[in-house]
């Protein structure tokens, strides 16, 4: 019941001839503790759609509710809402500014108004969850590694310790290492932290193996919403908005048209290689 | 002698302390030697830090070696009377498309490479409309860059480059900014100015899927180059990639996982089809088989 998107528009442009919807009708239900998958090509709407989640930008009309109280009623917090949803923008190192690791992760406690201690306390967590230790509270953040920028810069959102974290593409331009790092980062943060967690991302292979939800987005519409079995079986529409499943659904449906019986909801390298080995056995 | 040739390359990232003593010594490249075939499409993979943006950087200029020689068309680029020559030869595209447009106008930014040059303007306009034509781009040439997205961008920065009229483009990592539309987009230009026009292309990524049709893949680890072949020969040594931190494509994967519990598939798989025909050969061959 975290959140609940209601018939969301974001029109820009309203009522001259430029007017164009952002995003039309939204409607969605992100329950505690969900990791949800958003894709959708460039320009769908779907960063559209995050930065209403933590109050960036204002819908032109419809509600969004975070634990049953509407974001928009007299008097609501947006502050507090940007303390409780972490948004981590694309490319979110180019954010960092401090002239040390350690402080720059304090700045978003110390906007929170804690105490000295306690945003001391909070940094140092937040280091330890990206997994960077002592040793780089000193350093400049402009001299880490690209990884490690992107981890610096994620754990000043989780300074604030949201309870739910938006990432928008967190792996966009890092290298394969980079990105399994930061994905599985994000996973340890959904299990271990229980935290809410919205990945946005193109790399359908990251989502098929990570996420238990799927929204895709498409000219500001929400058109699929389930898990991401059910969405890329609909991989030939999913082609028409510039989206793809990943290699291995096009594998199995491939193999498929040559007349091998296998199961077609099959996404990822270890499930293909178990049910062609199930077959090859009972042949054999 | 290919058309970039590098000889023993050794390149050091020194950073100095106050005092201007060497503070800090990182080995870039720990001899490098390459010889790349003039209208060659070769690709370099490597992890971030294997010295491949830094080799990149050597084929023009902008950095110079700190031991060995890198000759472009037989030019070393460390002999400055060559670098303005080394500079038109070899043409750079680099990752982030934001960072390398400078005109108001499309045209104009395709036009600023050749203008530079001293191209009589005539001939600047007569490259501007053949470049913006290569890459696919000649109906926006009156707009502003701005308004294109990152792929289209990336596209006019190929054709300012293109309209230097290099004989080889080194593109560092052109894709990685890029949403899998642009990254097509970039690719199949990059493709066709190399299979039309001709042009040695040297292309620096990460992304897999974008070197199965290269001629050639180089990898690096640490400074060094470590494999060398066709994307079959390099994609056939999985483990070996793995421990260079490099992805493989999941086809790729698939069969190699398959083959190590028994099942007799080629190495080097890169293709859906190439996967699909082979597995199907073994599933439904056996079947006919067991069902005489």
Request: charged share 25%; net charge negative; proline share 3%.
């Amino acid at each position: 019941m975290a959140i609940e998107v209601k018939h969301l528009d974001h029109r820009y442009g309203e009522g001259t001839i430029f007017e164009q919807y952002a995003l039309k009708n939204v409607t969605l239900t992100i329950a505690d503790g969900e990791f949800i998958g958003l894709i959708g090509h460039t320009g769908s709407g779907k960063s559209t759609l995050t930065q209403h989640l933590n109050g960036l930008l204002k819908a032109t009309s419809g509600d969004i509710l975070y634990n049953g109280e509407s974001i928009y009623a007299e008097g609501y917090s947006m502050k507090e809402l940007r303390g409780r949803v972490g948004l981590v923008f694309q490319y979110p190192e180019h954010q960092l500014f401090e002239t040390d690791v350690f402080t720059d992760v304090c700045f978003g406690p110390k906007n929170l108004g804690l105490s000295e201690e306690e945003i001391k306390r909070r940094a140092a967590e937040a280091l330890a969850l990206v997994g960077l230790d002592e040793s780089f509270y000193k350093q400049s953040p402009f001299e880490l590694s690209g990884g490690q920028k992107r981890r610096a810069a994620i754990a000043g959102v989780l300074a604030m310790k949201p309870e739910v974290l938006i990432l928008d593409e967190p792996t966009a331009g890092l290298d394969p290492r980079g990105r399994d790092d930061i994905l599985g980062l994000v996973a340890r943060l959904h299990e271990e932290q229980g935290m809410t967690v919205i990945l946005v991302s193109h790399s359908m292979e990251d989502v098929a193996r990570y996420v238990s939800r799927l929204v895709v987005m498409n000219r500001g519409e929400k058109v699929f919403d389930g898990t991401p079995r059910e969405v890329f079986r609909h991989y030939k529409q999913l082609e028409k908005m510039g989206l793809a499943a990943p290699q291995i659904t096009y594998v199995v449906h491939a193999l498929r048209e040559r007349g091998i019986a296998i199961d077609e909801d099959i996404m990822t390298v270890e499930e293909a290689r178990d049910a062609i080995l199930a077959l090859w056995r009972k042949n054999a | 002698m290919g058309i970039i040739k590098a000889v023993n390359l050794i390149f050091d990232y020194i950073r100095h302390d106050d005092e201007e003593n060497k503070d800090e010594i990182n080995h870039a490249l720990r001899g490098v030697s390459l010889d790349i075939a003039e209208g060659s499409f070769v690709a370099v993979l490597g992890h971030n830090g294997s010295g491949k943006s830094t080799l990149a950087k050597l084929m023009n200029g902008i950095l110079l070696p700190t031991e060995g020689t890198i000759y472009i068309s037989n030019m070393s680029t460390s002999d400055e009377e060559h670098l303005w020559n080394v500079r038109k030869t070899a043409g750079m595209v680099f990752q982030n498309p934001d960072n390398q447009i400078i005109g108001n106008v499309v045209e104009e930014d395709v036009g600023f490479g050749p203008e530079n040059m001293g191209v009589p303007t005539k001939e600047i306009w007569e490259r501007v409309d053949e470049s913006l034509e290569a890459v696919g781009m000649t109906a926006y040439r009156l707009q502003s860059p701005n308004k294109l997205s990152g792929g289209q961008k990336q596209r006019v920065a190929i054709a300012g480059v293109m309209a230097m009229k290099p004989r080889c483009i080194v593109l560092d990592e052109p894709t990685a900014m890029l949403d899998p539309n642009g990254r097509r987009e970039v690719i199949r230009t990059v493709r066709e100015l190399n299979r039309q026009e001709g042009i040695t292309v040297l292309l620096i990524t990460h992304y897999m899927e974008e070197v199965i049709d290269a001629d050639r893949v180089v990898v690096m680890d640490g400074g060094h180059v470590v494999m060398d072949g066709t994307p079959k020969e390099v994609f056939s040594h999985v483990k070996e990639l793995k421990q260079y931190s490099l992805d493989v494509p999941q086809v790729t994967e698939l069969a190699d996982e398959l083959r190590a519990e028994g099942l007799a598939l080629p190495e080097g798989i890169l293709t859906i089809d190439e996967l699909a025909d082979s597995l199907a050969g073994i599933l439904n061959g056996e079947k006919a088989w067991q069902s005489k």
